[in-house]
């Protein structure tokens, strides 16, 4: 039995290094894109989707109650305030919203002090990090990645409000645009109209990561395309 737990636990002990990492660890690329612009906007879903909850998707609802399964199972073969331990750690890094934050928190770490950036988050509304770009100094870098580990997810997927929010930041030459799901507060092609009117220019790049099953692609990849940007699966 001691040996059976021991080779349950290594590999969750494996998932809990890889996270810490994730909050210490710096990356100079964002779901394999570079972060390269001068005036980075990260636009991040915070559905309630990205945790399984609350909009009705069967494929994240079923993920979710594997997820908690799989936490609760390996609570109970370690046993004690270790497994305890364990277990938890395994219902919240197996969500689409934990992958968003892994990415996330080493990027913002990544960037150089010379870029400057910001934080926009979306769900049946939007809000904001910092309303405008911030120099990414080291402590701006650091309450960011903090702000980033604290998230949580419920609601809609408003995407034209979020992009909307992003193009409102004076200065933003690059967004990031991450979700998991369907707009909910328009149809893709409206969504890509209103973008394509905000601009008209070309003065910002759009790079999208789309996550999951039911993601948008099609729209998420024509988003991308239109803007100069680049389409990557998370």
Request: charged share 25%; proline share 2%; glycine share 14%.
């Amino acid at each position: 039995m001691k040996q059976l737990k021991f080779l349950v636990f290594m590999p969750i002990l494996c998932l809990i290094i890889t996270t810490g990492c994730s909050t210490i660890g710096k990356s100079g690329k964002y779901y394999g894109v570079q972060t390269a612009g001068k005036n980075i906007v990260f636009v991040i879903d915070v559905s309630g989707s990205m945790e399984g909850k609350n909009e009705g998707n069967v494929t994240d609802k079923l993920r979710a109650q594997a997820a908690e399964k799989a936490g609760d199972k390996v609570g109970s073969m370690i046993g004690g305030p270790l497994g305890g331990l364990m277990s938890k750690g395994v219902k919240r890094e197996s969500t689409k919203l934990a992958s968003a934050k892994r990415e996330l928190g080493p990027a913002i770490r990544g960037l150089d002090e010379a870029t400057r950036f910001t934080i926009v988050l979306f769900s049946s509304s939007t809000k904001h990090w910092k309303k405008g770009l911030v120099q990414a100094t080291s402590g701006n870098r650091t309450k960011a990645s903090l702000y980033v580990e604290r998230l949580k997810s419920s609601g809609g997927t408003a995407a034209l409000r979020g992009l909307k929010a992003a193009f409102a930041i004076k200065g933003a030459d690059t967004i990031f645009f991450l979700s998991d799901g369907f707009p909910s507060d328009a149809s893709s092609g409206k969504i890509l109209e209103e973008v394509k009117s905000m601009n008209s220019e070309g003065q910002i790049t759009i790079h999208a990561i789309g996550l999951g099953d039911n993601k948008d692609e099609n729209f998420l990849k024509k988003l991308a395309e239109e803007n100069g940007g680049k389409y990557k699966e998370g």
